[in-house]
């Protein structure tokens, strides 16, 4: 089966650095994608690693161990926009989703 | 560039009664297209995928159904609605021939089943 695990909740302050892990088990993997969702909204893309190493994408950063099956999501000088939920997902011949990881950021 | 359209919003429906939900989607052709369900305050579970018209992929056995019978249109239904069917609907398309592509998500339809 197929099963992608991340922390349930995260907080932090305004202008400090998070990073939400991510674990996954699964076949036909082509690379980890990275999404946003604000409460009560629509999934939006962040990012996707499809080889090992750090992708960079203004203040957010993502990384991905293929070796591992292992990513995590590196968020920078958070804002208060920035409380959300994470997801990543395995983008494969489908794309299959992890619990999400719920971020507040408090001022 | 792609948008996809879902209506309605939001659904209150009775136990027992038919369900059908409707995705369309512009700026696109032969897209990947994909049902998710999300819980509150849960992760989104993917019910069905689509790689072309007819093409249906069912992930979890449960009371839905999904068809494409058109490139781009993808539908849900139930012949009768259980109390467990609530939650938030999400379709998505994806661009074919790259799984390494972004998955672009719909509004949404927020079911409850009473």
């Known amino acids: 089966g197929q099963s992608l695990e991340q922390p349930s909740e995260v907080t932090a302050v305004e202008g400090a650095i998070v990073q939400i892990n991510c674990t996954y088990q699964t076949s036909g993997f082509y690379g980890l994608s990275w999404y946003q969702q604000h409460d009560g909204g629509a999934p939006t893309f962040l990012s996707y690693n499809a080889l090992d190493g750090l992708e960079e994408t203004g203040r957010f950063s993502s990384f991905l161990s293929r070796s591992d099956s292992y990513g995590y999501l590196l968020l920078q000088e958070l804002q208060m926009k920035d409380s959300a939920s994470y997801f990543c997902a395995v983008n494969g011949d489908k794309l299959i989703f992890g619990t999400g990881t719920r971020l507040q950021v408090f001022p | 560039s792609q948008t996809i359209h879902q209506w309605p919003a939001t659904l209150v429906q009775p136990v027992g009664s038919p369900l059908s939900l409707e995705c369309t989607v512009e700026?696109?052709?032969?897209?990947?297209l994909y049902w998710y369900r999300q819980a509150a305050g849960r992760g989104l579970q993917l019910l069905f995928y689509?790689?072309?018209?007819?093409?249906i992929s069912s992930e979890v056995p449960q009371n839905l159904s999904a068809s494409r019978p058109q490139d781009r249109q993808f539908i849900l239904s139930s012949k009768k609605l259980l109390l467990s069917d609530s939650g938030f609907y999400l379709c998505a398309l994806r661009r074919p021939r790259g799984e390494n592509t972004e998955a672009f998500f719909g509004q949404g339809t927020r079911l409850t089943v009473v």
């Open positions: 700026g696109t052709s032969n897209p990947n």
């Open positions: 689509s790689v072309g018209i007819g093409q």
